[in-house]
């Protein structure tokens, strides 16, 4: 064993600690001191707690936060000064710069207090606290019926409905000569009333004349006063009803006061006696008569049957047209 002075030891070591540095003291996995130094991996083991210093000095009174306030005021999105009397402030705070105001309670608008007087607040707009509008719900069930209202006033007159389309023709009736046979006439036959009017059958020229014609559903003969109605056969297309329109024969008047003799006596007229044609004499025997006129009488002047072409019936009685 070799004994080194203390001397010489130290002096030893002063020599290489000189030429020692973090980087060129290495570690068995090759990195240097300076490498694991740098991250940080050459870390002891936790001290223990440090004794609690003096306590320090107190800080300055901070400033006053910010202040949120409702006012009932009714404002917009333009609103530039809200009024003090309508803003909620606790007893122990005032309203100053920089406060907000939530106002409208329908959209609950944001605003920020610029500056303050006695009486109002200069604010400026942010936003509105109202979140965006939900989704539709669902239908609810149906309630039930409420009471019926009052009726409302009346609406305008609207315009003019479009003209609806032709009617049938009613049931005509036609007063016919000996020379018409209403039993032997067809759907395509015409004819003419004993005043000369042309008469057709329900079914004769169908189409938009048809509406615009004399139509006969019954047909009275002049000479017997026989009543035929309309069957809707092709041809023979009226049937006798088996009644007249004629009533019965009355009896027999009392005799008149014997006439003057005279050699000579002229037809009677309107304004003047005389005899009676025989053309009188058949209007008196038939009951009823046509005039010429297009009215049909009894011989008492009563009136049966008009021709609705020159005659309408009117307050109870008949006039010309």
């Known amino acids: 064993m070799i004994n080194f002075k203390k001397e010489y030891i130290v002096q030893i070591w002063k020599n290489i600690k000189n030429k020692l540095t973090a980087s060129n003291i290495k570690f068995s996995d090759g990195e240097t001191f300076q490498e694991k130094y740098d991250k940080g991996e050459l870390k002891g083991q936790p001290g223990s707690n440090g004794s609690i210093g003096p306590t320090g000095p107190s800080g300055k009174d901070g400033l006053d936060g910010l202040g949120i306030y409702r006012s009932s005021a009714s404002t917009s999105t333009s609103t530039t000064s809200i009024s003090i009397s309508t803003i909620t402030i606790p007893s122990d705070r005032n309203i100053q710069e920089g406060d907000f105001i939530i106002a409208n309670s329908t959209y609950s608008y944001l605003y920020r207090v610029t500056s303050v007087s006695s009486t109002t607040a200069t604010v400026t707009y942010i936003t509105s606290l109202r979140g965006a509008t939900g989704s539709k719900g669902t239908t609810g069930d149906t309630g039930p019926q409420g009471p019926a209202g009052s009726t409302g006033p009346t609406g305008p007159k609207g315009d003019s409905g479009s003209n609806g389309s032709n009617g049938y023709p009613g049931w005509g009736i036609c ?19 004993s005043n000369g009017n042309t008469f057709y059958t329900p079914y004769y020229g169908a189409g938009s004349s048809y509406y615009s014609r004399r139509i006969a559903q019954i047909i009275i003969r002049q000479d017997t006063g026989k009543l035929y109605y309309y069957n809707g056969n092709s041809s023979n297309c009226y049937t006798d009803s088996g009644h007249t329109v004629f009533g019965t024969k009355g009896d027999k008047g009392d005799k008149g006061d014997p006439g003057t003799n005279a050699t000579t006596t002229s037809t009677a007229t309107q304004s003047s006696n005389g005899l009676m ?45």
């Open 175 to 193: 007063w016919v000569t000996s020379s018409v046979t209403p039993t032997s006439l067809s759907r395509t036959s015409s004819f003419s009333d």
């Open 277 to 321: 044609s025989s053309a009188d004499k058949k209007k008196v025997d038939n009951g009823i008569y046509n005039d010429g006129t297009g009215l049909w009488k009894t011989s008492d002047g009563t009136i049966i049957f008009y021709d609705d072409t020159k005659y309408k019936y009117s307050n109870g009685s008949i006039v010309k047209k």
